[in-house]
C-alpha cells in the first residue's frame, strides 16, 4: 500500500480514481471537469486524484495539439489543487521536468513509451513523491519487475504502476487481464488504464483512434479481476476534444461507471 495525502492505494482499500482530460486545453475546461469529478467521486464514495497532461511529448503527428506547455500547465495543475483541494498528477518526460513538477505535484507520471528509461526512473524516485509507471504496450506483465527494481535502487517504494493496454497487431491494443495478479505480485498496487487500452495508435493516419464504446465493460471486468484504481481520461465533449477525443469517457457518463464499479467492489469483499 502507498499513501498519496489522505489516499491509500493498494489491496483491501477502495480503488482510487485517476482521472481528467487527456490534455489541459483550456483553464475552462480544466476547472469545470475537475469540479465535476471531485463531486461525483465524493458522491459515489470513491478517491479521487485529478490528471491532465500539460505536455503530451509523443503524439502521433508533428502537428497534433501538445497542450500549454510546463510552465502554464504547471500553474494550471497547482490552481486546480488550491481551487478545489484535490491530489494531482501529470506526466514527466525528461531529467530536466522532473524537479519542477514535484514541486506543485502530488504524484508523477511516467508515460508507457518512457517506462524502461532508467534516468528518468530514478531522477523521479529521487524526488521522494508517489510516482505512476504506466507498462509500455511492448512489455510482457512480468517485465514490471525490473522497473521496479530501478525505481526502488534511489530508496522510494511510493510506486504504483499502471496497465494500459499491449500491442496486438498494427494500430490495435488487447487488454490480457492474467497482466493484473501477475502485476500485482510483485508487491505494488496495479491501476488499469481504461481509456488508453482504447486507443487505436496511429488508426486515424495522422492521430490515434478509439473505441469508447466499450470502456464500461473493461473497467468492469477489471474491478472483477482485482485491481487498486481506474485511470480513465474524460472529457465535457470527447468529440471536441483536441488530443485523444476517441476514447475518451464524456463527462456526464461517468457517474453511471462508478456506481456500477463501487457495485463490484462491494460483492468482492
Known amino acids: 500500500m502507498i499513501k498519496l495525502k489522505d489516499i491509500n492505494i493498494g489491496i483491501g482499500n477502495l480503488p482510487v480514481i485517476i482521472a481528467g482530460p487527456c490534455v ?24 479521487f486524484i485529478f490528471k491532465s497532461s500539460y505536455d503530451k511529448a509523443n503524439r502521433t503527428s508533428l ?6 506547455g510546463i510552465d502554464k ?11 478545489f ?13 522532473v524537479n519542477a513538477a514535484s514541486d506543485i505535484l502530488d504524484a508523477l507520471q511516467i508515460p508507457a513509451f518512457l517506462c524502461r528509461q532508467t534516468d528518468l526512473i530514478v531522477a523521479a524516485s529521487k524526488t521522494g513523491k508517489p ?7 511492448f512489455l510482457a506483465p512480468w517485465d514490471i519487475k525490473n522497473i521496479i527494481e530501478k525505481f526502488t535502487s534511489a530508496g522510494n517504494k511510493n510506486l504504483f504502476i499502471t496497465e494500459r493496454g499491449t ?53 468492469r471486468a477489471a474491478a472483477a479481476v482485482g485491481v487498486d484504481g481506474l485511470f480513465m481520461e474524460v472529457h465535457p465533449d470527447p468529440d471536441k476534444a483536441l488530443c485523444d477525443g476517441p476514447n475518451m469517457i464524456k463527462l456526464d457518463e461517468v457517474e453511471k461507471m462508478l456506481q456500477t464499479i463501487k457495485s463490484i467492489y462491494g460483492l468482492l469483499k
Do not use: W
Open 73 to 83: 500547465g504547471l500553474k494550471i495543475l497547482s490552481d486546480v489543487k488550491s481551487k
Open 63 to 68: 502537428s497534433s495539439y501538445r497542450g500549454p
Open 24 to 47: 489541459i486545453e483550456s483553464e475552462d475546461i480544466t476547472f469545470r471537469t475537475a469540479e465535476k469529478l471531485k463531486e461525483i467521486c465524493g458522491k459515489v464514495g470513491l478517491p
Open 85 to 97: 483541494n484535490i491530489p494531482v498528477i501529470s506526466d514527466v518526460h525528461s531529467i530536466d521536468e
Open 167 to 219: 500491442s496486438f497487431g498494427y494500430n490495435n491494443l488487447v487488454v490480457d487481464f492474467r497482466a493484473f495478479p501477475i502485476m500485482r505480485s510483485f508487491g505494488y498496487p496495479v491501476i488499469f488504464d481504461v481509456t488508453h487500452s482504447l486507443q487505436l495508435p496511429g488508426g486515424q493516419g495522422s492521430c490515434s483512434g478509439g473505441q469508447r464504446e466499450f470502456a464500461e465493460p473493461l473497467a
Open 131 to 137: 510516482v505512476n509507471i504506466k507498462k509500455g504496450q
